[in-house]
């Protein structure tokens, strides 16, 4: 599915900062080699996510669902001097492709790379988090969101991708599968919450942002 007419989409990219040289070709080997390619973040969503990080100007990033690491080299460029990202995937069969884009972006010290189970991994890290960006399996949305948001500093982001799944979000529940409607949950979850400010904006597959008040 096209998120935007191409012609329209076109415009927006030529009218969008560039993306980098390495993940440009980190872009260009996602869609040559990887299962599932348009499960990248990529130009529009890459320079999006970029921006949030240099407004926010984050200590800490905790990322849940690597892929192929371009959302996490995208953040990267926001993070306060000395600042780190914990990215965390279970797919270890990308671990060497994300490592090697890692070092490419001369990223080695700054983002650590945890291959598991993130509800096993989240509880062990110990640091004030100032933004999470949410990108894995839909079913544990919710799950994610309360495993992180304890750790999770007064001010700090919580954003979770591809919230519009498609536009399936809008059909009927009871003709859904379960990945739409944990996301329907999830957002609904969210929007019930009176400890954050939250928007959903449609870029891409949508990106709901929570802000902990």
């Known amino acids: 599915m096209d998120f935007l007419p191409e012609e329209l989409e076109n415009f927006i990219l030529k009218n969008t900062e560039k993306e980098p040289s390495v993940l440009a070709e980190l872009n260009h080997e996602t869609w040559e080699k ?7 973040s990529g130009h529009l969503q890459g320079r999006v996510l970029s921006m949030l990080s240099h407004m926010i100007n984050p200590k800490n990033i905790l ?13 990267a460029e926001g993070l306060q001097k000395g600042g780190k990202i914990h990215t965390i995937d279970i797919n270890e069969e990308l671990e060497t492709m994300v490592n090697d884009y890692i070092e490419k972006s001369n990223l080695k010290n700054t983002i650590i790379n945890h291959i598991g189970n993130a509800i096993d991994i989240i509880p062990t890290l110990t640091e004030p988090i100032d933004l999470v960006f949410i990108d894995a399996d839909k079913t544990n ?5 309360d495993l992180v948001f304890d750790k999770v500093s007064t001010g700090g982001y919580i954003i979770a991708d591809n919230v519009l799944w498609s536009g399936k ?15 329907i949950d999830y957002s609904e979850k969210v929007n019930n919450d009176d400890r954050v400010q939250n928007v959903l904006f449609p ?11």
């Open 63 to 75: 990322e849940i669902g690597t892929y192929t690491g371009y959302s996490a080299i995208c953040m």
């Open 141 to 145: 949305y919710s799950n994610y969101y």
């Open 169 to 183: 979000v809008t059909e009927e529940k009871e003709k859904l599968d379960p990945d739409t409607i944990a996301l």
């Open 34 to 40: 990887v299962l599932i390619p348009r499960m990248l």
């Open 203 to 213: 870029i891409r597959d949508g990106l709901m942002i929570v802000r902990k008040k």
